[in-house]
């Protein structure tokens, strides 16, 4: 019936099927139908199946891309079409395409990605553990050069097969890495605590009191999960203390924050070389409620991306320095030729090195012991990092869930002379909420995995912690070279 129908028209030419296999094909021919004719037509397939699914995106029919790199390159991986010679009547009509070919076609240019497959199958094979484990409803992870943007991989779980993407529901294919807007929670204090220090509003040994647990201010009653009396700047970090934090917060006031978090990224699409990359919000200060200086200092009240997320860690693994990320490095002709290469871009400077290596050795005390994150910590490498653990908002009551949350860890490896910076989101995970407990050890196994793969020292043996500066001490510059910066640095 579906051919019947297909045939029962006035037109002279109609495509009864596409991209048929091979065999299919030759059965077909050996009918020798009169009327039926065949013209060779290209067809993506993706050997890796699911692996970087996410990444490469997939083609249509036609064939052109329809999400990832397939999409955002488009134009240069599918190159010109050309024209299909067939014959035809006195009144134009198509008489048959037996011997049809295709003239003109300019064939489409090959991209290299900066994604190193073996780190990519460490990331998805942690990721997809992490969130089975945990019972979540999915995840995402992300490892990139903190020095240069380059992305190295890219997860999303569950993940999908590009070979039959048809097979899944849309809300599968989405890359939520760029796609999704969620809430930092406290993995926004490293920024904090950045925009402070480099304003010299605190220092790591100053103290604060965190009032035991329990803080009112503005109606609200403002709670850490580990109460805690006077803390020093540094511990209020490691014990993630919202008190704390959002006392720091009124110190530094909501303009100086909010110019800092721009200038760290948030509130902005990063760039990156991926379709439908979403921008977070983050109001600007004038659209401020009273309690928003408070919440929005341990990362409530606002909404950024994962893409964001580790870009803006990178600058303080890196000295101090927005990169802009990407995923492609080379695009080449047919021959081989290479006809652009990409190279590591600066977007601006956000603070100075001295400021970015006190923050480091700060983080360095959240993975140990006594800090939130000790499940992340490495024998030989020190570790530099951040749990979070944001309420989710329930999209049929408009409010905080009281029972989603999304687990975070972040951080670079090794923090003294950081080679990669690496993200781990957990969604809605069931086991537990917090991110020390359910993200970070997917972190240190996609950290000693990759570091052993790229045979960096000191992995596997045992390691002193570093010592905090005072506030006075300098701290010199990182040990990598970066790009030339141009930006001026925030004021």
């Given at each position: 019936?579906?051919?019947?129908?297909?045939?029962?028209?006035?037109?002279g030419f109609?495509?009864?099927?596409?991209?048929?296999?091979?065999?299919?094909?030759?059965?077909i021919k050996e009918l020798k139908i009169f009327g039926l004719g065949f013209a060779k037509e290209s067809k993506r397939f993706y050997p890796n199946f699911e692996m970087a699914a996410h990444i490469l995106g997939f083609t249509g029919l036609d064939p052109g891309g329809l999400e990832g790199v397939e999409k955002f390159y488009n134009t240069a991986i599918q190159g010109e079409t050309g024209f299909l010679i067939t014959e035809r009547d006195a009144l134009g009509r198509n008489m048959t395409i037996k011997q049809a070919e295709v003239h003109n076609a300019v064939p489409g240019k090959n991209v290299t990605l900066t994604i190193d497959k073996n780190i990519q199958y460490f990331t998805e094979k942690e990721l997809?553990?992490?969130?089975?484990?945990?019972?979540a409803k999915g995840g995402i992870a992300i490892v990139a050069d903190p020095y240069t943007g380059k992305i190295l991989a890219l997860a999303?779980?569950?993940?999908?097969?590009?070979?039959?993407f048809k097979n899944y529901p849309v809300a599968?294919?989405?890359n939520r890495c760029v796609a999704d807007n969620f809430e930092p929670g406290s993995t926004f204090k490293v920024f904090l605590m950045s925009a402070a220090i480099e304003e010299k509003i605190v220092g790591p040994q100053d103290t604060i009191h965190c009032e035991n647990?329990?803080?009112?201010?503005g109606g609200r009653i403002i709670r850490d999960d580990h109460p805690h009396g006077r803390a020093t700047v540094a511990e209020v970090l490691k014990y993630s203390s919202n008190i704390g934090s959002a006392k720091i917060g009124f110190k530094l006031g909501e303009e100086r924050l909010h110019r800092y978090l721009r200038s760290f990224g948030f509130g902005e699409k990063s760039s990156i070389d991926l379709p439908g990359e979403a921008s977070g919000l983050l109001r600007p200060p004038s659209k401020w409620y009273s309690i928003d200086l408070a919440t929005i200092s341990f990362g409530q009240g606002v909404s950024i991306t994962a893409i964001q997320l580790i870009n803006g860690v990178s600058a303080i693994a890196n000295g101090g320095v927005l990169m802009k990320p990407y995923l492609v490095e080379r695009i080449a002709d047919s021959t081989g030729k290479e006809l652009q290469h990409f190279e590591p871009k600066v977007v601006r400077r956000v603070i100075s090195p001295e400021t970015a290596k006190t923050v480091t050795q700060m983080m360095e005390g959240v993975t140990q012991t006594g800090g939130t994150a000790t499940k992340a910590a490495l024998d030989g490498i020190r570790v530099a990092g951040k749990t979070g653990t944001a309420q989710k908002v329930d999209p049929a009551t408009k409010?905080?869930?009281?029972?989603?949350?999304?687990a975070t860890f972040v951080g670079f490896v090794p923090a003294d002379r950081p080679v990669l910076s690496i993200l781990v989101v957990i969604d809605e995970p069931k086991t537990s909420p917090y991110g020390g407990v359910v993200a970070a050890p997917a972190f240190k196994e996609i950290a000693f995995n990759t570091l052993s793969y790229l045979k960096v020292s000191g992995v596997g043996k045992t390691t002193a912690?570093?010592?905090l500066p005072k506030a006075s001490e300098s701290q010199g510059t990182p040990s990598r070279a970066l790009p030339a910066v141009t930006a001026e640095a925030v004021n």
């Open positions: 019936q579906e051919l019947i129908k297909k045939l029962s028209t006035d037109k109609v495509w009864l099927a596409r991209q048929l296999p091979p065999e299919v094909t030759l059965k997809a553990k992490a969130v089975n484990d945990s019972k999303n779980y569950p993940a999908f097969n590009p070979n039959s599968a294919l989405r647990g329990r803080y009112s201010f409010a905080y869930s009281p029972t989603k949350r999304t912690p570093a010592a």
